[in-house]
């Protein structure tokens, strides 16, 4: 949290955006991946909720130790259907889903014990329908569901992360307005705020929408109190940012990937990273208040967003 008079321990998010820059961590599964743990699974790092859920808070804490403010959850991948097709009953997918939760507070406590004094956050992910599918549709959308069908299938799983108290639930990674209008109606009434972020394509969703559109559904929802974008590349951001900013007012989040590409017929990363912490500040001075990283961005990088961010 960078501000000159940071919110006490305890405060609400928003309150924390109002008074200054909060720093979110990086992605999960290279920090999971760089700890030994085998993610090449449909359930990606969500498996280890169920088999190694000490090894998820171990990769939150290395974040919050290294400056972030909030921890993300290891639910972006975490659905009903998605435990089900491995023979994972409804009640035990509803308990790995708080459990994510839990683990997430937990590393913050420990954090708290070995001397991090500054307040954390904890932000349940809420992944699109396409990462259930584990196919790479998450970066295109367009599953050929309607708004109601995608609402069906997200309401569940919100009203069980809800439950476990978060203090903000992340709707991430969202490829299409569509299914961004479907999380929108999902999230109402669950007494929640939420954030919601695109994954992008230059000025557009990866489903082609523009921005501006996109954007102006959360323009007047009052559970979302920041929009922004999401593992796209780095490159994409800066006019992202100051879009959503403009569009809707409000706080924006802001986590893209090292630049490099998704194959996801070979689930593997390829190209190089050009994602430097010095970019930062530009994104901050467009509207940027909540800054972070997404896929292949560690906790290295994230201590050096934290510094870039505090330094100035």
């Known amino acids: 949290m960078t ?27 290279n920090q999971l991946e760089s700890a030994g743990h085998d993610l090449s699974d449909e359930l990606w790092s969500a498996r280890l909720l169920a088999e190694r859920p000490e090894a998820i808070t171990e990769a939150h804490l290395a974040y919050f130790e290294a400056g972030a403010d909030v921890a993300i959850t290891s639910s972006y991948q975490a659905t009903f259907e ?14 790995l889903l708080a459990l994510s939760v839990e683990l997430a507070r937990e590393a913050a406590r420990r954090a708290g014990d070995k001397g991090v004094a500054r307040p954390l956050w904890v932000a349940a992910s809420v992944g ?11 970066y295109r959308g367009r599953y050929g ?9 997200h309401r569940p799983r919100l009203e069980v992360l809800a439950a476990a108290a978060p203090d903000v639930l992340a709707l991430e990674t ?39 559109e996109a954007f102006a559904l959360a323009a007047d929802a009052d559970e979302v109190i920041a929009v922004g974008v999401n593992c796209c590349a780095p490159e994409d951001v800066d006019a992202a940012v100051a879009t959503a900013a403009r569009v809707t007012g409000k706080p924006v989040v802001v986590y893209p990937n090292s630049g490099e590409a998704w194959d996801a017929a070979a689930r593997a990363w390829n190209g190089r990273s ?38 100035s």
């Open 82 to 95: 998605g435990f089900g097709q491995r023979g994972i009953a409804r009640k035990e997918a509803a308990r």
């Open 274 to 311: 050009t994602f430097t912490p010095e970019q930062v500040l530009g994104w901050r001075e467009s509207g940027a208040r909540l800054i972070g990283g997404c896929c292949r961005v560690g906790p290295e990088a994230v201590a050096s967003i934290a510094r870039t961010l505090g330094a």
């Open 174 to 212: 969202v490829p299409d307005a569509e299914e961004a209008e479907a999380l929108l109606r999902a999230v109402r009434g669950l007494g929640v705020p939420a954030w919601l972020s695109y994954t992008v394509d230059g000025e557009r969703t990866r489903a082609g929408q523009p921005l501006d």
């Open 3 to 29: 501000s000159d008079t940071p919110p006490p321990h305890g405060a609400p998010l928003a309150e924390a955006l109002a008074a200054g820059t909060v720093v979110l961590d990086g992605g999960m599964s």
């Open 128 to 138: 699109p329908y396409g990462a259930m599918l584990a196919d790479g549709s998450e």
């Open 145 to 153: 569901l309607s708004v109601e069908e995608l609402e069906r299938f």
